[in-house]
């Protein structure tokens, strides 16, 4: 069954020349389904505040991350974080959660980037304790990586079942559990490099998502009808001239026109182009949940 569409803002800081508040009540009135922001420890607001701000001047936009990495806190504070923002959203959260990949943020800070088949364990692990926090009933734990003794989470989620859960990333590993945990897969190019180089580049190319999207449903079976899939677009150009733009965008990856004017990372054209842009990947893809970025738009 096709799904609607539905379309987030993804903000790190105010929209130049407004507040913060005002970036909320901007997106939500321009008819933006969610803001969520990025997880990173460079440039951009406190992201647990800021969602909670923006939570508190709107009254239908969905907050969230896209998506938390999960080494940057322990799960018992991150559901607890998440719980509280559910309740003062009245159920508006979107919980996005990812292994961490950026090499620069552990680097910094002077934590262990362990190899990706680590952080993705941890990061199961991770979700499976959260899960249970969101019970509210007192449980144990004892994994590879967390072990809990007789917590009891506080509070439970708003809303009964919890957030829904955006799991996002680019390799098979990481989509197979995406597809087997979350509600909405958040697909990107594989970022094992742990920067966005080269081979993220050749990896967020149409071939590379129809690979993606078959390990997906694969992996998913009966489920797979019922996830959501959402797509990050790096850059956004609404121009009359798309052949030039799409050129300058073929020079710079290394690719040809259409190529890059078939890769998800990238929306080129007029309203009109678009919008049958996106109805087609929604075809081939299943994207319905389309996410812009702060600094990617142009028009």
Request: with cysteine; glycine share 12%; hydrophobic share 40%.
């Amino acid at each position: 069954m096709t799904k609607p569409f539905r379309f987030g803002l993804q903000l790190h800081s105010p929209i130049e020349g407004m507040t913060w508040a005002d970036s909320a009540r901007y997106a939500e009135g321009q008819g933006f389904d969610s803001i969520l922001m990025p997880d990173h420890f460079h440039h951009q607001f406190g992201i647990f505040t800021s969602l909670a701000a923006a939570a508190a001047v709107t009254t239908r936009l969905k907050v969230g991350a896209l998506v938390f990495g999960n080494d940057y806190r322990h799960p018992v504070m991150l559901a607890k974080e998440i719980a509280t923002l559910d309740h003062i959203s009245e159920g508006r959260v979107e919980f996005g959660l990812g292994a961490g990949w950026m090499r620069t943020d552990y680097e910094q800070s002077g934590m262990t980037y362990d190899r990706p088949g680590i952080r993705i364990e941890r990061m199961v692990e991770s979700l499976e304790v959260i899960k249970k926090c969101w019970t509210g009933e007192a449980f144990d734990y004892e994994g590879e990586h967390y072990t809990i003794d007789g917590y009891e989470g506080y509070p439970k989620p708003f809303t009964p079942a919890g957030p829904k859960i955006i799991i996002g990333g680019g390799g098979p590993r990481m989509l197979r559990v995406a597809a087997r945990h979350a509600d909405i897969v958040g697909m990107t190019a594989n970022l094992r490099a742990g920067e966005v180089g080269v081979d993220a580049i050749a990896d967020s190319m149409s071939a590379a998502y129809d690979v993606k999207v078959a390990g997906v449903r694969e992996a998913a079976g009966d489920r797979f009808e019922e996830l959501e899939f959402n797509s990050l677009t790096m850059s956004t150009s609404i121009t009359d001239d798309s052949a030039g733009t799409l050129a300058l965008f073929a020079e710079l990856f290394s690719n040809t026109v259409e190529e890059v004017s078939q890769s998800p990372a990238l929306l080129v054209g007029s309203p009109a182009q678009i919008s049958e842009t996106l109805q087609q990947r929604r075809e081939r893809w299943g994207f319905n949940y389309v996410v812009v970025q702060q600094d990617g738009g142009q028009g």
